[in-house]
């Protein structure tokens, strides 16, 4: 039986159009994977379902009755329950209170059973598999892998049956990645129904029955899984085909010691607010790429934000870190961007985006000083040239929808990522720092996106990429740290690349 069934289902914002005659059908106790392009209308057509947004024309059949879902509320009364990409938790508040809002257990209003809720939540976690005990904990304080699995158990007790999961494993490591598939299979055991977007076609292979193929807001086609493949799938996505890994010319690194290094980290360690770097020592040539690898929580994020602003850490670090030999640990942000160094941070939200900016406000950012883009009046900005600019970047990154004025918090994910590449390329750094560069991304843009930053190294440029993707450091690195316990575990150069062994490292075993 069909539990969900969309019928010529369309949805636009103002002109831009997202969902155009939707229709596909999911049936009850399956896996149903929703793919498409970045921009291609799979989280709108999911928050339609779930009644964040209301449909423009088309229906929606709910168990073979036609419904119209106009609030979320009204979406988890009927058993539909969904996890943003983008996670919808109140930070300051504790983790418990994040799961029970608005299903408080308790006889009145006001009087609420926390211990009864903490029990349940407790229950739950230990039967899926979802290890947890920080219930009483500000979400704040957690990292980004356990505030994904929150958002799990919240939908877990809100005893949804048909959960929706929006890009669940972005940020989840690939252990956290096995454990959140086994548990999707126990619950489609119990009856569930799991709608899964996702742009990881190897997962959606690999977990789901079918398979919906969107592009440009339409039903491509639904496949079922077992009877396709990547390449089909990958070319109903984009409409051409793809390749996965990187195909163009990799120019080649010399090994000789005469190539000075233009960054350098000795003896490096501090305690951050989350994680904490002890004794790390590398260093970043012109004209190659440094992958840096781990499980997440083993340092590495924490390096990162060090690297882009030591000034933060000033007072509690020790150790040396140079740029052309000249020390920069007293360097602000503004500092290493007058040195040449441009980032591409980990969360593009948090950290990237003013998402009720548009997309010529979010080009700006950093780069207020760039001559390019000042006005002939002393202290104002050249908005023309800014816009210009940004069309060309664009035009070169598809970025959708195509109009600079667009506020980029009613962009899709991906092209939140592609404006914020777009960026931090355009000033043409000669120091960069990429984070996590195609998560969320599909793999027409991945392809895009892994051929800016190879074009930058085979320019001179020094890069810096860190990366929960293993195949995407391989695919791009010259070298690869592995971070474990706040460490470098292990180096490995390309030579010395193999998966098995780097993902020993991972886990705290020896190069060896």
């Known amino acids: 039986m069909n539990v969900i069934e969309f019928k010529r289902v369309a949805k636009s914002f103002g002109d831009v159009v997202a969902n155009r005659d939707l229709s596909f059908e999911v049936k009850a106790g399956t896996i149903h994977g929703l793919i498409g392009e970045n921009g291609a209308g799979k989280s709108t057509a999911m928050k339609v379902l779930f009644g964040i947004f209301p449909a423009d024309s088309g229906e929606i059949l709910i168990r073979k009755k036609p419904t119209r ?3 979320p509320v009204q979406a988890m009364r009927l058993g539909i329950g969904m996890v943003h990409q983008h996670f919808m938790l109140a930070e300051p508040e504790t983790v418990l209170d994040n799961i029970i809002l608005g299903h408080e257990p308790g006889w009145f209003p006001g009087l609420i059973f926390r211990d009864k809720a903490r029990k349940e939540l407790t229950e739950i976690s230990k039967n899926y598999g979802l290890a947890f005990d920080k219930w009483d904990v500000p979400v704040s ?3 980004v892998g356990e505030q994904q699995r929150v958002e799990i158990i919240k939908l877990l007790y809100q005893r949804s049956d048909v959960l929706i999961l929006d890009e669940p494993t972005a940020v989840l490591t690939p252990q956290e990645v096995k454990e959140l598939f086994q548990n999707l299979l126990r619950l489609k055991q119990e009856g569930k129904t799991i709608i899964l977007i996702s742009h990881k076609l190897k997962e959606v292979l690999e977990f789901t029955d079918y398979v919906t193929v969107m592009r440009r807001g339409e039903t491509v086609g639904t496949k079922v899984t077992n009877e396709t493949n990547e390449d089909e799938l990958a070319e109903m996505m984009v409409g051409r085909k793809v390749s996965f890994t990187y195909q163009g010319i990799r120019r080649i690194l010399s090994d000789s010691t005469e190539i000075p290094s233009i960054l350098k980290v000795k003896g490096l360690s501090f305690k951050g607010l989350s994680e904490s770097c002890v004794d790390v020592t590398l260093n970043l040539r012109q004209g190659e790429i440094l992958g840096i690898g781990g499980v997440q929580g083993n340092g590495q994020s924490e390096f990162l934000r060090f690297l882009s602003n030591p000034k933060e850490y000033f007072h509690k670090v020790s150790g040396e870190y140079t740029i052309r030999d000249q020390s920069v640990l007293a360097d ?3 500092d290493l961007r007058k040195r040449g160094v441009s980032l591409v941070p980990e ?8 998402l009720q900016q548009d997309m010529t406000e979010n080009f700006l950012l950093g ?16 908005r023309d040239a800014a816009r210009a600019r940004v069309e060309q970047n664009i035009k070169a990154f598809d970025i959708r929808p195509p109009y600079p004025t ?4 009613r962009m899709s994910g991906g092209n939140q990522q592609k404006l914020v590449i777009a960026r931090a390329l355009d000033s043409k750094p000669e120091i960069l720092f990429v984070a996590h560069p195609t998560r969320g991304v599909d793999v027409g843009a991945i392809e895009l996106i892994h051929e800016a930053i190879m074009n930058e190294r085979n320019a001179g440029r020094a890069i810096i990429l860190f ?7 391989i695919d791009l690195s010259d070298r690869i740290a592995v971070f474990y316990g706040g460490r470098i575990q292990a180096e490995f150069g ?5 998966p098995w062994k780097i993902g020993k490292t991972m886990g705290g075993g020896n190069k060896e």
Request: net charge negative; glycine share 6%; charged share 30%.
């Open 347 to 354: 969360d593009r939200l948090a950290e990237g985006l003013l």
């Open 406 to 409: 667009v506020w980029s918090g």
């Open 494 to 498: 390309r030579k010395e690349f193999d």
């Open 69 to 71: 879902i106009t609030n």
């Open 367 to 382: 780069q207020h000083e760039d001559p390019r883009y000042q006005s002939k009046f002393p202290g104002l900005l050249d």
């Open 467 to 473: 990366s929960s993707e293993l195949e995407e450091l």
């Open 141 to 143: 304080h957690l990292s």
């Open 332 to 334: 602000s942000p503004l």
